[in-house]
């Protein structure tokens, strides 16, 4: 398939895990990825297993919490592959499980910095660029904590909700222009980290919370996300979809 032949990508947190598959997925189909991300040897090592496949990629370090970084991330995509198309805003971290009373405030600020204001600022430079190219899409990384709860994560389930807001306001003010935005929903991914800092007993736990009895994959939300990116979902904007195997079904 090349559903992205001639489009130019940048791909935050595209270092690893979700963001590394769906960097990968997006070569693969014919785009040039900017793969960014805070470890700057994490996306060339994403870069170089692209290149090695046949796909043309470029790694680019960014701090998404710094405003600066994104404006300087969309220059490089411009001045490396000629324009930018398409943005998946993946960039994001967690903090230690805290209650509101006791949340240390630094943590707040980090993870709001990362989970919310990086993304305000990746749209910032990244809309008006994609409409001068043209147009085409935007995703940004929610999290299924964008439409339900859970204990101690104060953090980071305010960032997803407000991040779902700051979708559709950009789809309001752009679809116009020729550029979707939309949120996907990772519900919880089966990744190296997630099985190492659970057991084995609260692994099953939570498999046994979702529908699927599973946990997700990197390449279930990557698909879902190419989706939404792609021609194929010419009528979607704005809106927020769910890869959660029924986990916020109950």
């Not at 943590?107 to 993304?119: H, K, M, T, Y």
């Not at 997803?160 to 919880?188: Q, S, W």
Request: charge should be negative; proline fraction near 2%; hydrophobic fraction near 50%.
């Amino acid at each position: 398939m090349t559903r992205f032949e001639n489009k130019v990508a940048i791909v935050t947190g595209g270092g690893s895990g979700i963001g590394a598959e769906i960097s990968r997925e997006l070569a693969a189909e014919g785009a040039s990825v900017v793969v960014t991300d805070i470890k700057l040897e994490a996306a060339q090592s994403v870069v170089d297993e692209i290149i090695a496949a046949g796909g043309k990629a470029a790694a680019f370090s960014q701090n998404t919490a710094k405003w600066e970084d994104s404006e300087a991330a969309v220059a490089f995509a411009q001045t490396t592959f000629g324009a930018l198309h398409l943005a998946v805003n993946n960039a994001g971290i967690g903090a230690a499980p805290q209650k509101i009373g006791d949340y240390d405030i630094a943590a707040w600020d980090r993870v709001r910095a990362v989970d919310l204001d990086g993304v305000f600022y990746g749209l910032k430079f990244q809309l008006p660029a994609i409409v001068a190219a043209g147009g085409g899409a935007v995703v940004n990384m929610a999290s299924v904590l964008g439409s339900v709860g859970i204990a101690e994560n104060a953090a980071y389930v305010t960032s997803k909700h407000a991040l779902i807001g700051l979708t559709k306001v950009a789809a309001l003010e752009y679809t116009a222009d020729g550029v979707r935005t939309n949120a996907v929903g990772p519900g919880f991914i089966d990744t190296p980290l997630v099985r190492s800092s659970l057991s084995p007993e609260a692994l099953t736990a939570l498999e046994a919370q979702h529908a699927s009895r599973r946990l997700g994959t990197d390449k279930e939300v990557a698909a879902l996300t190419l989706f939404l990116l792609s021609d194929a979902a010419s009528f979607i904007s704005g809106s927020y979809h769910l890869v959660d195997g029924g986990y916020s079904a109950q």
